[in-house]
């Protein structure tokens, strides 16, 4: 598997360092990091070569506040920007966000070199799974009050695809409702236990669950759809009792674990697809 081509933008030697032995623990070659001490030198370095996510230090010399997420967000917008912190202020997470950063880590979880690199290895899975899957990171861009029309966009397409022609059309919901309204309780509770340890320790997630819920969907015969409702229908319950600014903190962690939710769909058809195709050839 090819490295991971990191830009970190820190003008701290210190933290600096710490990111990259932290990213070197695991003794491979899993990332080429680069280092600018400067936004200015970044931009150049983004200019002159490839990179799979930047890791952009909150506080530089030659920007301030989220300035700098924007500018190389506007310009690289394929690209997953990941903001470091040390920042107390609350509301940097909703900014740090709205101006196009795909995650964030506090500094103060780096001082812990376990739980630190934990923390950094996390957000970098979560950035490179929202490259690659882009075309669905597109269309939930503008989650949110368009749930409703990214859960007719997603139905249409999938019930006019072959696989879904293959594997059955009716809904999760409507064939399996006890399945389904399980599958909502799972993904509420992966939902605000993300949110809860992003505010505590740095993002963490939990891909178990959503390996439960995109592989229970997949034993049903579902489709892309089915996780989309599961989704939709959780953000809708969210809203009711939690304020604007809690929402959309919850609809971008929500974007994420969807993603995840949707890669563990695709790959249990995957694994069941290759099983078929040896008891074939055994055959």
């Given amino acids: 598997m090819p490295a991971c081509n990191i830009l970190l933008v820190e003008d701290n030697h210190a933290d600096a360092l710490i990111v990259r032995t932290m990213l070197g623990m695991g003794g491979g070659s899993e990332f080429n990091i680069s280092h600018a001490q400067t936004l200015s030198d970044g931009i150049d370095q983004l200019s002159s070569a490839s990179f799979d996510i930047a890791l952009l230090d909150h506080g530089l010399p030659d920007s301030s506040g989220t300035d700098g997420v924007k500018r190389v967000s506007e310009m690289h917008r394929e690209m997953p920007v990941i903001v470091l912190t040390g920042n107390d202020d609350r509301n940097l997470p909703f900014e740090a966000l709205r101006a196009g950063a795909q995650d964030f880590v506090t500094k103060d979880i780096l001082m812990n070199p376990m739980a630190g690199r934990e923390a950094l290895l996390r957000s970098i899975h979560y950035a490179l799974a929202r490259k690659k899957h882009a075309a669905i990171e597109e269309s939930l861009r503008d989650l949110g009050d368009a749930d409703e029309t990214l859960m007719d966009l997603v139905a249409g397409q999938s019930e006019s695809s072959a ?119 055994l055959g």
């Fill in 163 to 281: 696989t879904a022609r293959a594997i059955g059309q009716e809904s999760v919901a409507r064939s399996a409702p006890e399945l389904f309204n399980d599958l909502l309780t799972q993904y509420d509770g992966a939902l605000r236990e993300s949110l809860e340890d992003a505010a505590h320790e740095g993002r963490m997630g939990k891909p178990e669950i959503l390996q439960s819920i995109g592989e229970s969907i997949g034993k049903t015969g579902g489709t892309a759809r089915d996780v989309v409702a599961v989704h939709v229908a959780t953000l809708k319950n969210y809203r009711i009792d939690h304020n604007a600014a809690e929402v959309r903190l919850a609809t971008v962690e929500a974007r994420l674990m969807l993603v995840e939710a949707m890669s563990y769909l695709a790959s249990y058809y995957r694994t069941q697809t290759l099983r078929g195709l040896d008891a074939h050839d």
